[in-house]
T-cell receptor, first 114, second 113 residues
Framework: AQSVTQLDSQVPVFEEAPVELRCNYS??????LFWYVQYPNQGLQLLLK??????LVKGINGFEAEFNKSQTSFHLRKPSVHISDTAEYFC????????????FGRGTSLIVHP | DSGVTQTPKHLITATGQRVTLRCSPR?????VYWYQQSLDQGLQFLIQ???????AKGNILERFSAQQFPDLHSELNLSSLELGDSALYFC????????????FGPGTRLLVL
């Protein structure tokens, strides 16, 4: 079985500050890891994904994430956020037991203040 | 724009009624997934179809059913609706069952009164 825990339900931050959104996963086998973003009244958009190889993954809009197998984490970071980054962010895991159906975390609401 | 389209965008109906949600996958994608997003349960996988056949089932109620047609569009049927079925319903598509990346549509917001 696989599961995802997003440790913060809400993260407020000022514009141009750095941000880290935390994600921990649980799986007994190798997995694929994803971060999706959901802007208000829209569907989910893939930010980045880790399948294999380099543990530092770069995505769209200046976001990056680091896969840490020993800590079973996949935290999302951005060095300087913009107002337009205000959105809901979802971490997801798939691949356990050969299933490609992702399990999503409950989401983290990133609120960027001017 | 992900290339996945869903209709309608909004739907308001009464308890006990039946509704049909429609999804057209990205061009070339054979696999379609349905998800339900609610405040209580978060984003929950409902069901997956691949090239017209059911491939995986998640937390889908017996009152709900889905199908994928020869032109690859999919419909999710929700019947005997209850207040708790109010949610956002997303469709996603991928190239195949083994494709790790899913592309999500804009969703259908269902309100049951």
């Amino acid at each position: 079985a696989q599961s995802v825990t997003q440790l913060d339900s809400q993260v407020p931050v000022f514009e141009e500050a750095p941000v880290e959104l935390r994600c921990n996963y649980s799986s007994s086998v190798s997995v694929y890891l994803f971060w999706y973003v959901q802007y208000p009244n829209q569907g989910l958009q893939l930010l980045l994904k880790y399948l294999s190889g380099s543990t530092l993954v770069k995505g769209i809009n200046g976001f990056e994430a680091e896969f840490n197998k020993s800590q079973t984490s996949f935290h999302l970071r951005k060095p300087s956020v913009h107002i337009s980054d205000t959105a809901e962010y979802f971490c997801a895991v798939s691949g356990a037991g050969g299933s490609y159906i992702p399990t999503f975390g409950r989401g983290t609401s990133l609120i960027v203040h001017p | 724009d992900s290339g996945v389209t869903q209709t309608p965008k909004h739907l308001i109906t009464a308890t006990g009624q039946r509704v049909t949600l429609r999804c057209s996958p990205r061009s070339g994608d054979l696999s379609v997934y349905w998800y339900q997003q609610s405040l209580d349960q978060g984003l929950q996988f409902l069901i997956q179809y691949y090239n017209g056949e059911e491939r995986a089932k998640g937390n889908i109620l017996e009152r709900f059913s889905a199908q994928q047609f020869p032109d690859l569009h999919s419909e999710l049927n929700l019947s005997s609706l209850e207040l708790g079925d109010s949610a956002l319903y997303f469709c996603a598509s991928s190239v195949s069952v083994a494709q790790e990346t899913q592309y999500f549509g804009p969703g259908t917001r269902l309100l049951v009164l």
